[in-house]
């Protein structure tokens, strides 16, 4: 495959919306082309890879990036999007765009949180008073042999 020329998105968008134009005041294709041609500085064949071009991107106009115009050697298969114009293929190629993602929670601080909503600040950057440790297992045993009656009703 031999790469002939290529036209980004903006010029394509430009392009047709001047052939819209140019088709509403009533011209005829002859008129349309030379005022194309006069317009983006085209002539020769690179107007007419140009003119067919926007024929492709007017086709496939969402996420439309560029628009190749390729050669394909002998034995070469034409990729799968691609139009055949005489002895030209007229390849588009498309953006691609991420899907969005979810929305994560916010803490009160206005990030994202580290899972620790519920637990509260610390009372001291050192971690437990003695204390505090004392009372955290006496809770834990008491709840463990709450469950432990539980299960024996």
């Known amino acids: 495959m031999k790469s002939v020329t290529e036209f980004p998105s903006f010029i ?15 011209k005829t294709p002859e008129e349309v082309q030379e005022s194309l041609g ?15 071009a926007l024929d492709v991107s007017a086709k496939n106009a969402n996420g439309l990036a560029r628009v190749m115009i390729m050669r394909l050697n002998e034995g070469e298969a034409a990729p799968a999007q691609a139009l055949a114009i005489e002895e030209l293929y007229y390849i588009p190629e498309f953006r691609i765009v991420a899907s969005p993602q979810a929305a994560h929670k916010q803490d009160k601080k206005g990030g994202r949180g580290r899972g620790r909503q519920e637990r509260g600040p610390k009372e001291s950057p050192w971690g437990l008073s003695p204390e505090q440790k004392l009372a955290k297992r006496t809770a834990e045993k008491t709840a463990a042999a709450r469950k432990s009656q539980a299960k024996a009703l």
Do not use: M, P, Q, S
């Open 12 to 26: 394509l968008v430009k392009g047709n919306e001047a052939k819209v134009a140019l088709v509403a005041e009533g």
């Open 38 to 52: 006069v317009t983006f500085k085209y002539e020769g064949d690179k107007l007419k890879y140009f003119i067919n």
